[in-house]
């Protein structure tokens, strides 16, 4: 971040970081979570089907004795019998939950929560809760049972997919993101977290749960070393293959995301390592935070793979049909989507590789990020689904430096598409 209360944190993180040298003791004076849990098959909660009482708003609960509150986001248009999908993003060390809701310190609205708001489109119920003292300490796994508080709150009022839970933050909320992948690996789907250290204990550990990293190479305040052995402890749990996933060079002012090979089903690792310092919202090609940032698509895309009630991805088919049209240094791409499934696609990511050399300029029917390399495409408002048989057209126009061929493979929510030639 690049406001001026941030600079406080180099002093303060490292005495967090001997405070928490002992680890999961931050967390282990509380049990386990016997009401709470993800179930393998979706299970509705208790607000479905009623008219609710919550609307977007800020709120405040007692847990373990302390009025503590929390930011709730509601879908435009919400509807009482769709399950959504629930994300709580978790504020940095001096921040707060409005911070979070609002995006103002990088970007107003465009980063609301991290970025997955605008992305989200109204296909999810948003919670930004408020730390004590504006962190996650967890002293005595205070805040891991507020998130179980705010939980049956929210799902007593409001229809969620259980198996739909996610958790995001950076740095001190990323500490907090990973202490619930390690006490809550059963109630939550997946994890990202953000150029963080274990400030906030790590009760349990030992279950796997999908689990995103992303962190800076220059990080002068929670140093990657630190990112690495977190994620390691997910790879171990996972049962991925161990590696030493390649990162961009200093300098190169570029990211790299590596997923890992070999992972039990339905419980991916990725990491996504980037040349920059302790900063939330880094860009591609320039220093500092900023609104253009690649890693909410990153961290979307992540989310956004498991779209069934089944721990894999789901299993919805397409077939993909892309034309393209190339002059001296410019090309378009005409893509059609077609659901070949029985069932209706609501809410889509189209991911694809595009050929070295190739930048997108513009483009139409989606939104489309990053520029070049790996791409998602995210459907916006007006065809954001896609009935049975059905086909949406989308395209954009790109710069090359000589190689225009079409993507050779593409994913929808996870899945391979037919791809036919044009």
Known sequence: MTSARFRLWHAVVAVLLVLATGGSALAAGRGGNATLTASATAAPTAGCGKAPTLTSGTYTIQ??????????????????????????????LGGTSTDVATGRTVETGTWAYYGLQRLANNS??????????NGWANSGGEDVAFVDDILRRIEADLCVDTTQRFALGFSYGAAMSYALACARATVFRAVAVQSGGQLSGCSGGT????????????DNVLAISGGRAMRDTFVRNNGCTPQNP????????THRVTTYSGCSTGH??????????????PQDGAPGDSGRTWVPGEVWKFFTQ???????????????????????SGLTSNITITNTGTTAIDGWSLVFTLPGGQAITSGWNADYSPASGQVTARNLSHNATIAPGASVGIGFQAVHTGDTAAPGSYTLNGNACAVVGS
Do not use: M
């Not at 999810?124 to 003292?133: E, I, K, R, S």
């Not at 279950?207 to 190479?217: D, K």
């Not at 990491?271 to 900063?279: L, P, S, T, V, Y």
């Open 306 to 328: 498991f779209q069934t009630s089944d721990p894999s991805p789901g299993t919805a088919t397409c077939r993909v049909t892309d034309t393209v049209s190339a002059w001296n």
């Open 268 to 281: 991916p690792v990725a990491w996504a390592a980037f040349d920059e310092g302790h900063i939330a919202a």
């Open 207 to 218: 279950q796997p749960i999908a689990y995103l990293g992303v962190h800076g190479l220059r």
């Open 63 to 92: 847990s373990g004795g302390k009025n503590r509150s929390f930011i709730l986001k509601v879908p435009d248009g919400y509807d009482r019998d769709h399950a959504y999908r629930l994300v709580l993003g978790f504020h940095w």
């Open 124 to 133: 999810a119920v948003f919670v930004a809760p408020q730390g004590l003292n």
């Open 246 to 253: 390649p990162e961009p060079a200093q300098g190169s002012l």
